[in-house]
């Protein structure tokens, strides 16, 4: 078992910056590739960023490229998501998630551990 517990959330104004952490407890002997996911309100929840187990390989929904970066420090078990030019649509609960497969994907599917969510809200 993986517990995730994310950070970093808050309000802030359109074209400004947050970073996001996720920090990682448990069986953390073992190795995950990592990615963040989002939900608005009424919406599915959707994939944003994802990083390999060395964070040699990183991954972006088209909406996060150019603006957000996502890394991982596996000495201090925790990722970042590091979001510039925040946009009013950019709100949502965003969340850290760990996958064991062999394949890193971006799917909700493939992804074993979920964190609570942590909210992040752009105002214009």
């Known amino acids: 078992q993986v517990q995730l517990v994310e950070s970093g959330g808050g309000l802030v104004q359109a074209g400004g910056s947050l970073r996001l952490s996720c920090l990682a407890s448990?069986?953390?002997?073992?190795?995950?590739?990592m990615g963040w996911f989002r939900q608005a309100p009424g919406k599915e929840r959707e994939f944003v960023a994802a990083?390999?187990?060395?964070?040699?390989?990183?991954y972006y929904a088209d909406s996060a490229k150019g603006r957000f970066t996502i890394s991982r420090d596996n000495a201090k078990n925790t990722v970042y998501l590091q979001m510039n030019s925040l946009k009013p649509e950019d709100t949502a609960v965003y969340y850290c998630a760990a996958d064991a497969a062999k394949v890193l994907v971006t799917t909700t599917q493939g992804y074993d551990y979920w964190g609570q969510g942590t909210q992040v809200t752009v105002s214009t």
């Open positions: 990083v390999s187990r060395s964070g040699g390989n990183t």
């Open positions: 448990g069986r953390t002997d073992r190795s995950y590739h």
